[in-house]
């Protein structure tokens, strides 16, 4: 009887509080979707274009280092190849570094030499440079969106 009580206090004060609450406005999608976007492009973009100057230049000087760290210890950007997974995947992490991935790319950077005592630790810099670029860009979408 008690219980009965004090679950149905509960769902009218629930209820009440519910009702009380402004409705949020929905979130312009248009607006993070390009902060997204030019975070994917230039690492550290959409903070910038965000407002977050701090942030957006910590990321627009780390992450490109990263690359290039990756670049000068001889690391391989991976091909894109659906019958290797692995390499796949990495390639699709090389990608995620955006204008700085492309340029390498045309520029003919990123051959690598496996034989090269630092090859496996370049291309940890390279995959993990891109990775968290796209980390980056989620980032900046849902700071965007108003979820932080």
Request: charged fraction near 20%; proline fraction near 7%; include cysteine.
């Amino acid at each position: 009887m008690g219980r009965k009580s004090r679950d149905s206090r509960r769902a009218r004060v629930a209820e009440r509080q519910r009702s009380a609450a402004p409705p949020k406005p929905a979130p312009d999608t248009t607006r993070a979707a390009t902060a997204a976007l030019l975070g994917w492009l230039i690492p550290g973009g959409g903070h910038f274009w965000l407002g977050r100057r701090q942030k957006g230049l910590v990321f627009v000087v780390t992450i490109p280092l990263m690359f290039v760290i990756g670049l000068l210890l001889e690391g391989t950007l991976a091909p894109f190849d659906p019958s290797r997974p692995l390499v796949f995947l990495a390639a699709f992490a090389d990608l995620g570094n955006g204008v700085p991935y492309l340029l390498a790319s045309v520029a003919g950077l990123g051959e690598g030499r496996v034989l090269a005592e630092t090859w496996e630790h370049a291309n940890t810099f390279l995959i993990v440079s891109g990775l968290l670029n796209m980390l980056v860009c989620l980032d900046a979408f849902d700071v965007a969106i108003g979820r932080k």
